[in-house]
């Protein structure tokens, strides 16, 4: 009888245990299987956020023009000071500066109007197809106190620097 036993056991023992590694194995292919449908998901969720950053993408590529283009910039800068009838217009560059993908220049602006016409001014330059950065403005009134405003102010006009390899 023990020889019966001893030889079931023996082929009883090899049986039970090559049962637990295929059930371990078949537990790690789950837990595989289901880190792999998170990330799937996490997937399909990534390609709707940059299927939804696509506009803005190419809203800072028109914005971000790949040269500096300061003469036009300058141009509409004092087209946008007519429109809004601003006096003793001065649309000067300061400095310039660049790095491995964004160049600036800085600018300095000057004009004279009332608040209303500096509002104005002010959101038809954001209104502007280029990215500016107002850094600092000065409003100073007039010394007789006219409703008339002077305004002296410092902004970043941004590029990109154009590469010659393709990104």
Known sequence: MTIVTGFGLFQYYPHVRTAHTIRKAIEQQKVIS???????QQMSQLRGQVDSLKPVKAEFEEKLPRTRQVAALWQQITDVMN??????????????????????????????GTFQQM??????????????RIE???????NNYSGQVKLDATAQVYYQIASTDSQ
């Open 34 to 40: 289901d880190e792999t449908d998170l990330l799937i």
């Open 136 to 142: 600092k403005f000065k409003l100073t009134n007039e």
């Open 83 to 112: 429109q809004h009838r601003l006096t003793s217009q001065v649309v000067q560059r300061e400095s310039e500066s660049e790095d491995d993908r964004f160049g600036t220049v800085r600018i300095h602006l000057e004009c004279g």
């Open 119 to 132: 509002y104005a001014f002010f959101q038809s330059l954001h209104a502007l197809d280029r990215f500016i």
